[in-house]
């Protein structure tokens, strides 16, 4: 599992969209406050290999393109944990 | 806005996976309890479209392409009110 301390620090940008406590800024995006951590890992994973894809998709895949395994792991911590 | 108690009753499938509380069985799916009602709307049309694709959507494409635009509103209006 990842570090959720690592994960707040990482997760400024997420903050834009899935709000500043994971509950989402504009209605249309997803909640992430105790969202699965499992979930989250493969969501990540799925936009960073493009698997996930249309539609809102295009946003997530240049955001998470720039993640690595482990901020996509502390990221998880984090919002999981909200 | 959809109908709660409408959707309640039609969620008994989503259950299997998504729990009977929208805390999902699977730790790899998402919870939707409390999700944002219109993010639901927007990824069961996404799903049903065909615009989400990749990874585990083709679960959900196959449910989602049984469900009416009421259908949809109303399990959104169960799920967003968890």
């Not at 969202?35 to 295009?58: C, F, M, P, W």
Request: positive net charge; glycine residues 10%.
């Amino acid at each position: 599992q990842g570090d959720a301390a690592a994960g707040k620090a990482k997760s400024a940008i997420c903050a834009a969209c899935h709000g500043a406590n994971g509950k989402a800024t504009i209605a249309t995006y997803p909640n992430l406050a105790g969202q699965n951590y499992d979930y989250i890992v493969y969501a990540l994973n799925a936009y960073k290999s493009g698997a996930r894809s249309g539609g809102q998709a295009a946003i997530m895949q240049a955001q998470a393109a720039k993640l690595s395994a482990e901020d996509i792991a502390n990221l998880a911590a984090y919002f999981s944990g909200l």
